[in-house]
T-cell receptor, first 115, second 111 residues
Framework: GAGVSQSPSNKVTEKGKDVELRCDPI?????LYWYRQSLGQGLEFLIY????????KSGLPSDRFSAERTGGSVSTLTIQRTQQEDSAVYLC?????????????FGSGTQLSVL | GNSVTQMEGPVTLSEEAFLTINCTYT??????LFWYVQYPGEGLQLLLK?????DKGSNKGFEATYRKETTSFHLEKGSVQVSDSAVYFC??????????FGKGTRLHILP
């Protein structure tokens, strides 16, 4: 596609419900990243994929968070039993993944609100 | 692990003032360094980058030099404009391609 696409753009959910956030990277980009942006917290690294593998999951805040990527393309970030502190903007980015120094292309994000 | 520290904001300057936003890092090996910018209502985009020591990245009048001896990558611009008002993020990419960001610095430029 023309850019990184994320859906939904906004999600309002009740505490305790599960949510799925989707990211469709730029075609041909092998690296895919998930970040969380909260007020005053900057961009918090969650996880990244090289192809379908996730070399580093250390940023996932708890075992309620999981992510997968299939076919080296679309990725889904799942948050189970959502809590109010999960409210944030979830950003996805992709790059060619050829090694250090590659430019990240960001999606517009999913604004998650947990009531 | 790797980390990035940048100056707290917000930073408020008058138009045509000189800008410096400090960024220091901790990393294993030789990371690549970046500045990303988020204009109001827009997504994050790359402003400039440097991939090895002593490299200078530049774009739109902004510059930053990769200083290995001081582990710094400070962002500078000689004369800021109102249109430079945005949030600026320093970032690094480690040997494992993991890219981490600082907390961001909000910049306000007054006409």
């Amino acid at each position: 596609g023309a850019g990184v696409s994320q859906s939904p753009s906004n999600k309002v959910t009740e505490k305790g419900k599960d949510v799925e956030l989707r990211c469709d990277p730029i075609s041909g980009h092998t690296a895919l990243y998930w970040y969380r942006q909260s007020l005053g917290q900057g961009l918090e690294f969650l996880i990244y994929f090289q192809g379908n593998s996730a070399p580093d999951k250390s940023g996932l805040p708890s075992d309620r968070f999981s992510a997968e990527r299939t076919g080296g393309s679309v990725s889904t970030l799942t948050i189970q039993r959502t809590q109010q502190e999960d409210s944030a903007v979830y950003l996805c980015a992709s790059s060619l993944g050829r090694g250090g120094g590659e430019k990240l292309f960001f999606g517009s994000g999913t604004q998650l609100s947990v009531l | 692990g790797n980390s990035v520290t940048q100056m707290e904001g917000p930073v408020t300057l008058s138009e045509e003032a000189f800008l410096t936003i400090n960024c220091t890092y901790t990393a294993t090996g030789y990371p690549s360094l970046f500045w990303y910018v988020q204009y109001p209502g827009e997504g994050l985009q790359l402003l400039l980058k440097a991939t090895k020591a002593d490299d200078k990245g530049s774009n739109k009048g902004f510059e930053a030099t990769y200083r290995k001896e001081t582990t710094s990558f400070h962002l500078e611009k000689g004369s800021v404009q109102v249109s430079d008002s945005a949030v600026y993020f320093c970032a690094l990419s480690g040997w494992d391609d993991k890219i981490i960001f600082g907390k961001g610095t909000r910049l306000h430029i007054l006409p």
